[in-house]
C-alpha cells in the first residue's frame, strides 16, 4: 500500500521561504511511474494545484508548475530517503493553507490523484 | 476565480439523484479526461472518478462520471447522508500546462 506523509513547521513568518517533505512509503519516488504532486487548499476555499515531479533511475527529472506560483515554487527529490519536497518563497498570508503531497499518474490521467498524504496546514503569521 | 466551473451548492434527500456539473474549455476538458474527487472536513481528498467515468475499487456504483465536449458530470445515486461532502473536477490544461481544480460543489443531504 502506497502512504505519503507531509511534514515540516506549521508556521512560517511573512516573507520566509516555506519548506516541506512527503515522504513516500510503498512506491518509489525515482522509479518513473508516476508524477508527485503538491496541491494546497486555503481555509474556506477549493483546491489549487502547486506543482508536481516526475523523476526516473535514468536520470530524467521534469518539474512542472502551477503557472501563477511558478515565480516562488521550487519541488525538488532526496533520492536516499525517497521524499519530494516543496519549497514555497516570499511567502504571505494568502499561503497560509492546508497542504498535500499526492501521487498523480501518467499521460492521460495526470490528475488521477490515487494516493494523498494527510495534509499540513501551514500558516503565515509573524 | 477557478478554470474549471462547478455550482457552489447542492442539495437533495436521501434515496434521491443529484449531478453536479463542471464545465471548461477546448484546453481542458476538451482535451483530456477528468478526475472527480471527494472531500471531507479534515481529511484528504478521495478519488471518486478517474477517466471521466471510471471507479476505483470500493467506490460505490452509485457515483458515476460523464463527459460530453467541453463539460463533464458527476452523478450520485441513492443519496446517502455519508455523501455529504465537498466535491471537486479535475483535469489538465494543455494551455497552461498544469493541473486545474474546479471551485468545489458542496453536497448537502436534507
Known amino acids: 500500500q502506497v502512504q505519503l506523509q507531509e511534514s515540516g513547521p506549521g508556521l512560517v513568518k511573512p516573507s520566509q521561504t516555506l519548506s516541506l517533505t512527503c515522504t513516500v512509503s510503498?512506491?518509489?519516488?525515482?522509479?518513473?511511474?508516476?508524477?508527485w504532486n503538491w496541491i494546497r487548499q486555503p481555509a474556506g476555499k477549493g483546491l489549487e494545484w502547486i506543482g508536481r515531479?516526475?523523476?526516473?533511475?535514468?536520470?530524467?527529472?521534469?518539474?512542472n508548475y502551477n503557472p501563477a506560483l511558478k515565480s516562488r515554487v521550487t519541488i525538488s527529490r532526496d533520492r536516499s530517503n525517497n521524499q519530494f519536497s516543496l519549497h514555497l518563497s516570499s511567502v504571505t498570508a494568502t499561503d497560509t493553507a492546508v497542504y498535500y503531497c499526492?501521487?498523480?499518474?501518467?499521460?492521460?490521467?495526470?490528475?488521477?490523484?490515487?494516493?494523498w498524504g494527510p495534509g499540513l496546514l501551514v500558516t503565515i503569521s509573524s | 476565480q477557478s478554470v474549471l466551473t462547478q455550482p457552489p451548492s447542492t442539495s437533495g434527500a436521501p434515496g434521491q439523484r443529484v449531478t453536479v456539473s463542471c464545465s471548461g474549455s477546448?484546453?481542458?476538458?476538451?482535451?483530456?479526461?477528468v478526475n472527480w474527487y471527494q472531500h471531507l472536513p479534515g481529511t484528504a481528498p478521495k478519488l471518486l472518478i478517474y477517466?471521466?467515468?471510471q471507479r476505483p475499487s470500493g467506490v460505490p456504483d452509485r457515483f458515476s462520471g460523464a463527459k460530453s465536449g467541453t463539460s463533464a458530470s458527476l452523478a450520485i445515486s441513492g443519496l446517502q447522508s455519508e455523501d455529504e461532502a465537498d466535491y471537486y473536477c479535475?483535469?489538465?490544461?494543455?494551455?497552461?500546462?498544469?493541473?486545474?481544480f474546479g471551485g468545489g460543489t458542496k453536497l448537502t443531504v436534507l
Open positions: 479535475a483535469t489538465w490544461d494543455d494551455s497552461l500546462n498544469g493541473a486545474v
Open positions: 477517466i471521466n467515468d
Open positions: 515531479l516526475y523523476a526516473s533511475e535514468n536520470g530524467n527529472y521534469i518539474p
Open positions: 477546448s484546453s481542458n476538458i476538451g482535451s483530456n479526461s
Open positions: 510503498g512506491d518509489s519516488v525515482s522509479s518513473g511511474g508516476y508524477y
Open positions: 499526492a501521487r498523480g499518474g501518467q499521460f492521460g490521467e495526470w490528475t488521477r490523484y490515487d494516493f
